[in-house]
């Protein structure tokens, strides 16, 4: 035992047990009747009969777990066959500094579950942005990966789950197929909600998913490497998953409006109305108390979320120009205001007389509404409001959305769509490429044309068509 005064730091000890005595010298039993025993350790008298009995071990102050506010904190490292492994291990802590405060270890018993609740909790950011990661850390990353600890967590477990994931999707599909009746909860019948069966949900995972579930993962293991938790390459980043970018926007033409009729499906959840489309939505809209808005919406690209947060502060009709500088989002169904989507989304729009004209009228309505409602009217500031005075509900905004297209007997697209629409239309009829992205407040002209052009060629294209056919032609001549 001479080891301990010489060297506080290090120590030996086994697994050897004994039987537990009362005062008395009886064996202590357990639940099931049998003797209960107990680990010697370092008061085993065989570790000094026996200088190759048991292993090694060293204790050392190391920084401490960050926000536990402590100046320090004690590990201990065993399982060393001698004493030089147990001091060499030692040594090399001792080298990241002089002081417990500089020498930062991954933490041994740290579960990737326990760094995710303690780096969520410490992260500074935006509500809907933590409701985002909080959702990947409750519904994927923790049922899956939380058990696992830290230090232990490689590029198969995740890759496993994802592969996880890929089965329940498939899972879900066949669901649908089976039960196609809503598609995020499975039917159930009236016997089984009495019997407290509560409905499954059925949503897909998308590969745009995926790759926001890993990028949350990844972030939070970069933390971890950056506080000396994790000392490996970030394993997340070696995780193969499917593109998660969206398709390209595609217009609905007669072939697949027919066969959209016909068979109910839909090429890709980014299609985009025709010009004729369009104006068929706003004629059937005409009259309701968000047409404006949507006239709006698609004149200008403006996002759903801007339109809803447009105040009339931001709005100068004499300049004949409105300023995008905030968005309503909803987040965990709260309406909240926020900032623009990124630093190019703060960005002026112009006006052309028509919808300064529609602005005005708009205006003046809204005046009359306030003195009809009197007391009861809630100043909002906002450009489009709810009959009171109110802000607006974007989600409720697309939900009635829908239910004009439905109404005008159109194929279906997102209200994003008309934000596509007035971008593709521009570009149809000439407008320069980066006069287009900063009306839509991209950050560049690259991601215009990445989206729209393919879009904007098809409407040339279109309109190549119609002035063909309005050149007159001798009878049977066709062009070469």
């Known amino acids: 035992m001479g080891t301990r005064r010489t060297d506080p730091g290090l120590f030996r000890r086994c697994g050897c047990t004994e039987v537990v005595r009362d005062a ?41 777990v960050p926000g536990s506010g402590k100046e320090r904190q004690r590990i201990r490292r065993t399982g060393f066959p001698t004493k030089t492994a147990a001091k060499a291990a030692r040594v090399a802590i001792e080298g990241k500094g002089s002081t417990a405060a500089n020498r930062r270890v991954p933490n041994d018993r740290l579960t990737v579950g326990e760094w995710l609740d303690r780096w969520i909790a410490g992260r500074k950011v935006r509500r809907a942005t933590r409701v985002s990661y909080q959702g990947h850390i409750d519904n994927y990353l923790k049922p899956h990966l939380g058990e696992v600890k830290l230090r232990d967590l490689g590029s198969h477990q995740i890759s496993a789950m994802f592969t996880a994931l890929d089965e329940r999707n498939a899972e879900i599909r066949k669901s649908l197929e089976l039960h196609p009746r809503g598609r995020r909860g499975q039917w159930i019948s009236a016997e089984q909600r009495k019997a407290g069966v509560t409905r499954e949900r059925r949503r897909v995972i998308g590969p745009a998913s995926m790759q926001r579930i890993r ?39 007669a072939e697949s409006e027919a066969h959209w ?3 109910g499906e839909v090429p890709v959840s980014t299609m985009v109305w025709r010009p004729e489309q369009c104006g068929k939505f706003l004629d059937t809209a005409d009259g309701d108390r968000l047409y404006n808005l949507f006239e709006l919406a698609s004149r200008s690209g403006m996002r759903r979320g801007e339109l809803c947060g447009l105040r009339w502060s931001d709005v100068d009709l004499e300049a004949k120009r409105l300023t995008v500088t905030v968005q309503l989002t909803v987040v965990g169904g709260v309406v909240e205001e926020g900032p623009t989507k990124s630093e190019a989304g703060e960005r002026s729009v112009p006006l052309d007389d028509g919808l300064v004209a529609m602005l005005k009228a708009h205006r003046t309505q ?108 001798r009878t049977g001549t066709e062009p070469r």
């Not at 939070?220 to 998660?244: C, F, H, M």
Request: glycine share 8%; charged share 25%.
């Open 215 to 253: 990028a949350t993962l990844r972030k939070a293991l970069n933390d971890a490497i950056k506080q000396g938790l994790y000392s490996s390459i970030n394993p997340a980043t070696l995780v193969e998953l499917e593109s998660g970018k969206s398709p390209r926007p595609k217009l609905w033409t």
């Open 24 to 64: 008395a010298g009886e064996p202590v039993l357990t639940a099931r009747g049998k003797p209960k025993r107990r680990e010697l350790g370092a008061g085993c008298p065989r570790l000094a009969a026996d200088s190759k009995h048991g292993t090694w071990g060293f204790q050392i102050d190391v920084a401490p």
């Open 366 to 473: 809204q005046r009359k509404d306030r003195l009809a409602w009197g007391e009861a009217w809630v100043d909002s500031g906002r450009v489009f409001v709810l009959e009171d005075g109110s802000q607006l509900n974007p989600d409720s905004v697309s939900e009635r959305f829908r239910a004009i297209t439905r109404a005008a007997d159109l194929p279906p697209v997102r209200l994003h769509a008309m934000r596509s629409g007035a971008a593709t239309m521009a570009l149809a009829a000439g407008v320069p490429m980066k006069t287009v992205s900063e009306m839509l407040g991209h950050a560049n002209e690259k991601i215009t044309s990445n989206v729209y052009t393919a879009v904007g060629d098809e409407l040339k294209r279109e309109a190549m068509v119609a002035i063909g056919g309005l050149i007159p032609r």
């Open 261 to 263: 009729r016909k068979t």
